[in-house]
């Protein structure tokens, strides 16, 4: 078996699956026809960067992407501390410091929901692209904040 098509095996069976570890990610191998050794597998796994991760459905194995993702995400919720709106925009207040942060993990999402944001020490307001989206601009951010 090339190892190119084995990884790429091992990658779309971590996406679709939800694997919760290599054991079971070498019977989903060896049950698609691919023939593999413990060692072998270990190795492609490091060299995937996956991890073992805890996820609201239990731990689970992810590419490294995804789990950086989560991380990150997680880190970034925490230092939310509060996330209110009014008829026009909306406010996350932060940990002091750290509305920076916060701001630019929501401006990389590039969400048509957000016309902008502006960071201060502890709250970045949020400007939406049209006052009628408010309450879905909240569910969005709180969605993106979530370490769920």
């Not at 991760?53 to 230092?79: C, F, N, P, Q, W």
């Not at 201060?120 to 979530?146: A, C, E, H, W």
Request: aromatic share 2%; charged share 20%; hydrophobic share 40%.
């Amino acid at each position: 078996m090339n190892k190119h098509i084995r990884q790429q095996r091992i990658r779309e069976l971590i996406q679709q699956e939800g694997v919760g570890n290599q054991h079971d990610l070498l019977r989903l191998l060896r049950e698609s026809g691919i023939k593999v050794a413990q060692a072998t597998l270990s190795r492609d796994c490091a060299e995937l960067g996956i991890v073992r991760s805890k996820t609201h459905a239990g731990y689970r194995l992810l590419l490294g992407d995804e789990s950086t993702g989560r991380i990150i995400k997680g880190l970034v919720g925490m230092e939310v501390t509060s996330v209110a709106a009014n008829e026009t925009s909306v406010i996350v207040r932060t940990l002091p410091g750290r509305a920076h942060g916060v701001g630019s993990w929501l401006d990389q999402f590039k969400s048509q929901l957000i016309l902008g944001t502006i960071a201060g020490d502890d709250t970045v307001l949020v400007i939406p692209d049209s006052v009628q989206n408010i309450s879905v601009l909240m569910s969005y951010i709180q969605k993106n904040l979530s370490t769920n």
